[in-house]
């Protein structure tokens, strides 16, 4: 027996040893595919050199407002020129308004992680941007126009957020003079004599029209950074064609003196700004991104065709817009891509361009492999929201992995859902008739709420024993501005705490010198929040207790037309304990906003940027007296769309 299958395996070593070298090849050739696909993007993006980066964003620029995409569009020729010089992408979806789009690209990250709905107070320094990522790399880079990314504090101008130096406005109320608490909602924008800031300093008056003044400071930036002898990142973010419609002269008498005329004049002379830009770089060595950073008004034209809505709504048209992207000789050239990509997604192909290696916590992806291979994105839910102060809902639209529905809320109502498949356009509601997916939908949503809601605060012991100190994200973790929720996981204390003799109260909680949570024997909790208390007698010290400290710090807007109203409420277990609508807010300052939040006796916090409520609350929205029983109405049916604290119950005590 041994020597027969000996003799066996000898008469068929050649043939087994041919087939494991096929066999090892084939593998071998698989590996290689695999790798190649997998590196294919830093390959392809690699140069011999680090290219120069041009960003440039127009504001309320709709899909229908240039040549570039839509054939029967406004002639745009330079911008369909860039086209044709790259890769445009039909599916591109911004943010509703200015100031969450600007946030999203610039951080590469959803802007409600910065707390925009849509108003923020800064993008975190935890959340790098774009220029502080190239910045570091070796860039040289510089900002022109409207930042509209965090306002309030100095430490959110660009200075601090990665330009080496910036010409520009805050936001576009600055234009017409400094603004203050005394004559917000007075001041208009203005493209003529604008006032603008440099490096942060006092608005200064330049004569001529605001895109002349932009373009020439651009101009003359990009050609002293190329004597430079670095890299350099230019964002240049455009006012036109946001309103008021303002064209320069010389282009209004372009164009009849209609309100189509004037828009189509203002968009004109936006394209020929872009031309005279882009003819002043070292095109072979520039990557260019043009994109605008929400759909259009649909005041003076339909900017949005064929997309259904606008500005400010939750709709399609509110989120499309033009994006494209070009680098002669490095990327296809007149390439259209259908897939659904997002303005995040800038970040990381910008930087994948630069060879930098990208943050890990981004939700934008890098496009390289998508235009260059046809490499499809990861799937991923994207949603938008905005916070209404006036009615405690939010204003939402969500979009699933498929992409194939939009679900939709405007002012809380019961979401529309409309299938983007067989209507494209995303003008005829179909809840009615998919009940299940619209329900599954508005659940996703929440659960995409929250998870952009949580602030990522750092944790470390305290000095004392039992002890936890938060810090990071100082704007968000702190009560400052806007939406904020502490959620607090407390007992059971020691038994110390509750014997005769004891302290009149025990410090659980608080953040030096802004609020205090106290647990005073035989009385309960106080939450001190400068002359306000708010009590809360059910705290059981022996047991766990699912503690949540919320509110909304609403500062005056700039076109406001009502006072701001700010409040605070406890919850204990989930339901309210105590509230007060009345807040005399004042901002944190600086030094404030840098203490750490303390945790004692082995209690540990949760935080979100997000005011939290209960529909067994009372609710008192600020409308006009023909829609009030309507909303007073849907809150009773537990219909409008509320931030529920039992999202953050639900993180406590478990």
Known sequence: MPANR???LDDKYPIALILLAI???????GLKDFISDATSSADDTTAATPPNILLIVADD??????????SGGLATPHIRQLAQDGVTFSRHYADSTCTPSRVGILSGRYPERSGFRPVGSEIPAEFSTIAEQLQRAGYATAMTGKWHAGEERPQAWPQHKGFDHWLGFLNQWELSGEVTDANKGQRRPTYRNPMLREQGGDLTRYQGHLTDILTDHTIARIEQLQQGGKPWFVYHAFLAPHQPIQPAQRYADQFPDTPAGRYSALVTQLDD?????LAAVDRNNTLVVFVSDNGGTNRELDNNFPFYGKKNEMYEGAFRTPLIISWPDRIPQGKVVDDAVMNVDIYPTLLAAASVPPPADLDGQNLWPLFQHDHLPVARRRSWEVYVANVNTLNFSFLPESAHWRLASL??????LFDLLSNPAGEEDVAGQYPGEAAALTTAFWQEHWRKSV???AEAPGAEPDQRLYSGFDAMRTPHRYGFSIGLELGPLPAALMQAGAAP??????????????FVPGHGLEWHMGDVVLTDPYFEPSRCNAIVLTGYFEPRGHLTRRAPQSSIKLYSSGFLRDANSAIDYRAADDGQL?????????????FSNIMLSSFADSYSPRVVPQFLDVYTDLYRQRKLMVPEVKMMDAQLCQ
């Open 505 to 518: 109260f025990h410090l659980l909680a608080g953040q030096q010198g802004l609020w205090e949570l106290r």
């Open 273 to 277: 700004a872009i031309g005279r830009i």
């Open 23 to 29: 066999l090892a090849f084939s593998w071998l050739s």
């Open 594 to 606: 840098q203490t750490p939040t303390v945790v004692n006796y082995g209690g540990r916090a949760e």
């Open 6 to 8: 000996s003799s066996i």
């Open 411 to 416: 002012q809380g109502f019961t979401p529309s």
């Open 455 to 457: 602030i990522p605060v």
């Open 61 to 70: 620029l709709g899909y229908n407002d240039t040549s570039a995409i839509n």
